[in-house]
């Protein structure tokens, strides 16, 4: 497989159904504009969905887990704990095994894709041994050559609906019959993730084209059902349409890449009312406008919608995966 990096931006379309896509950490609450009636996913959210699904389904070793190192509870020891588990945790022999902290790293996937940092003085580093030797190169940071927005809107608006639960175990010593919990909902929505590729910090990392692909793997089926978006909060997820935006040059860029693609409600509902894919279209004119210019190398795209593959046609559209 190549591993020739295009610059590339990155639009990933998934549709929900009366959950909480992205609840605030604070509040629990579905974080929301109220100027514009939109939800909000932030891009640590969908870190999360790729981080779980790369690490449960595909068995790969992350740097960003509550399992890595299980039980530490700083960098500090969770690095301590990789650098001298390399072995078994990365599956790697003996001879294989680094004592500079950037290169451990880089040896995990995660790292590769989002970034990475480690902040060991001198003294910590050399007091981690790998096959007898000190460690080195303990501070250290890498800049992800994958970013998504801080927060991604839905494509339609959305009324939350108040919702209520009750619990079986008690609130308090005091309070022997359980207790009722209130929270707002997320009828339906389909949300619009937006993403970066830069191929330039990728040497930095160490990404490869494997690894994009890997992501975009972890990305579509990391929303819809695997990993971490099998929970209460989540289930109602589909992954709809995924796009990347090759551009032919280093320095090509399209203005506006995060509004080529729109949502029109059928049978005069607004966009509040809509409850399924039946009651509106996609509208893929300016993606197909933007496809035409010269900044543009390919479309690569991926979606399971005959519908949708019937309107993403041309010479720079190409299926990631046929």
């Given amino acids: 497989m190549s591993n020739e990096l295009k610059k590339s931006e990155i639009l990933f379309l ?4 009366y959950n909480i896509p992205n609840g605030d950490p604070f509040t629990g609450e579905q974080r929301y504009d109220e100027e514009t009636k939109k939800i909000l996913v932030s891009d640590v959210r969908i870190k999360r969905f790729i981080r779980t699904y790369l690490e449960d389904i595909k068995k790969l070793p992350i740097y960003v887990s509550e399992k890595t190192g299980a039980g530490k509870t700083d960098s500090k020891g969770v690095l301590t704990w990789i650098a001298n588990n390399q072995k078994n945790f990365l599956k790697i022999t003996e001879t294989e095994e680094k004592t500079d902290i950037g290169e451990i790293l880089k040896s995990l996937i995660d790292v590769r894709l989002f970034g990475g940092i480690s902040t060991l003085k001198d003294e910590e580093t050399k007091k981690i041994k790998v096959c007898g030797k000190e460690c080195i190169n303990g501070h250290v940071q890498f800049t992800g050559p994958v970013q998504f927005a801080l927060l991604n809107s839905s494509l339609n608006e959305v009324l939350l609906r108040m919702h209520q639960n009750t619990t079986h ?65 989540k289930v109602g997820q589909d992954s709809v349409l995924l796009l990347e935006i090759q551009y032919d040059k280093s320095n090509d860029k399209i203005y506006g890449v995060d509004r080529l693609v729109a949502l029109k409600p059928k049978e005069g509902k607004r966009e509040e009312q809509l409850r399924c894919m039946e009651d509106y279209e996609f509208d893929f004119s300016k993606l197909l406008e933007a496809a035409k210019s010269d900044k543009v190398y390919k479309i690569r795209y991926y979606t399971e919608l005959d519908v949708i593959k019937n309107e993403l046609r041309g010479d720079k559209f190409e299926l990631m995966i046929k």
Avoid: C
């Fill in 169 to 233: 175990f008690t609130s308090s010593s005091e309070n022997t019959q359980g207790s009722i919990g209130t929270t707002t909902i997320v009828p339906y929505s389909v949300v619009q993730i937006h993403g970066w590729v830069n191929p330039k910090v990728a040497e930095t990392t160490g990404m490869t084209q494997e690894d994009l692909d890997l992501m975009y793997e972890g990305l579509w089926y990391g929303t819809s059902g695997d990993g971490s978006s099998h929970s209460r909060s």
């Fill in 14 to 17: 998934y549709e929900t159904s």
